[in-house]
């Protein structure tokens, strides 16, 4: 089958956001007396807020979650000025490429909308995509397929039809649960989870890179 979409994760995969949204989590986190551990964040990376401080606060404590969930975004945003971003190697190469395949591109991220608007907008790379979709309110982030099978949705393309492009194991593994092919890319490429996840899904084509600017042809994955 071949691909007739990319669907993009946003954070560590076209921009390196990393450090931003640790200082956000930390920062927001101290004022509620958790002194949050990068290991954690890390573990944590590609999963919804509310997911994340259900482990923290609760699941019951739903309005302390949506508020602190609303405050470390508002951090991060803060965080985002021209000049504090740059596009990861590889990712504008590739951008150009899949468009001029005619690929439909899409980014589906955890993030808030805000976010991700932001985000992209100081990236300048807005017109690359047909659309832009969050999972902030869906009832299960990533590991749960919703958010890549809502970007198909939007493209108008099967699932077996996309290319998923992501950085975290919660994504990889959204993207296999979605029959998707994939590219790993970043420190999850050399990860032991992410040669367990492809053995346990062998009908679902992926491929691991530290950096997209490392991938000079797709074609195996594209056709």
Same mark, same amino acid.
């Given at each position: 089958?071949t691909?007739?979409?990319?669907?993009?994760?946003?954070? *560590?995969?076209?921009?390196?956001t990393?450090?931003?949204?640790?200082?956000?989590?930390?920062?927001?986190?101290?004022?509620?007396?958790?002194?949050l +551990?990068?290991? +954690?964040?890390?573990?944590?990376?590609?999963?919804?807020?509310?997911?994340?401080?259900?482990?923290?606060?609760?699941? /019951?404590?739903?309005?302390?979650?949506?508020?602190?969930? @609303? /405050?470390?975004?508002?951090? !991060?945003?803060?965080?985002?000025? %021209?000049g504090?971003?740059?596009?990861?190697?590889?990712?504008?190469?590739?951008?150009r490429? !899949?468009?001029?395949?005619?690929?439909?591109?899409?980014? *589906?991220?955890?993030?808030?909308?805000?976010?991700i608007? @932001?985000?992209?907008?100081?990236?300048?790379?807005?017109? !690359?995509?047909?659309?832009?979709?969050?999972?902030?309110?869906?009832?299960?982030?990533? %590991?749960? %397929? @919703?958010? !890549?099978?809502?970007?198909?949705?939007?493209?108008?393309?099967?699932?077996?039809?996309?290319?998923?492009?992501?950085?975290?194991?919660?994504?990889?593994?959204?993207?296999?649960?979605?029959?998707?092919?994939?590219?790993?890319?970043?420190? #999850?490429?050399?990860?032991? /989870?992410?040669?367990?996840?492809?053995?346990?899904?062998?009908?679902?084509?992926?491929?691991?890179? %530290?950096?997209?600017?490392?991938?000079?042809?797709?074609?195996? #994955?594209?056709?």
């Amino acid at each position: 089958m071949t691909i007739r979409a990319v669907l993009w994760d946003l954070d *560590g995969t076209l921009a390196d956001t990393t450090a931003l949204h640790y200082q956000a989590w930390r920062t927001t986190m101290q004022r509620y007396g958790v002194d949050l +551990s990068y290991e +954690s964040f890390i573990n944590n990376y590609g999963r919804n807020n509310a997911e994340i401080l259900a482990e923290h606060f609760g699941a /019951e404590a739903a309005a302390t979650i949506e508020q602190v969930a @609303a /405050e470390k975004e508002a951090v !991060f945003r803060s965080l985002i000025v %021209p000049g504090a971003l740059q596009l990861l190697p590889g990712a504008l190469a590739w951008l150009r490429r !899949f468009r001029s395949l005619g690929m439909t591109q899409v980014i *589906g991220s955890s993030g808030p909308m805000a976010n991700i608007a @932001a985000v992209v907008h100081v990236l300048d790379v807005g017109d !690359f995509f047909l659309g832009l979709v969050s999972g902030m309110h869906l009832p299960k982030g990533k %590991p749960e %397929p @919703a958010i !890549f099978l809502r970007c198909a949705a939007l493209a108008g393309v099967a699932p077996k039809e996309c290319l998923v492009v992501e950085d975290s194991l919660h994504g990889i593994e959204a993207a296999m649960r979605a029959g998707m092919a994939s590219v790993a890319v970043g420190r #999850i490429a050399t990860h032991r /989870e992410l040669q367990r996840l492809i053995q346990q899904n062998p009908g679902v084509r992926c491929v691991a890179t %530290p950096s997209l600017a490392d991938i000079d042809d797709l074609g195996s #994955i594209l056709t």
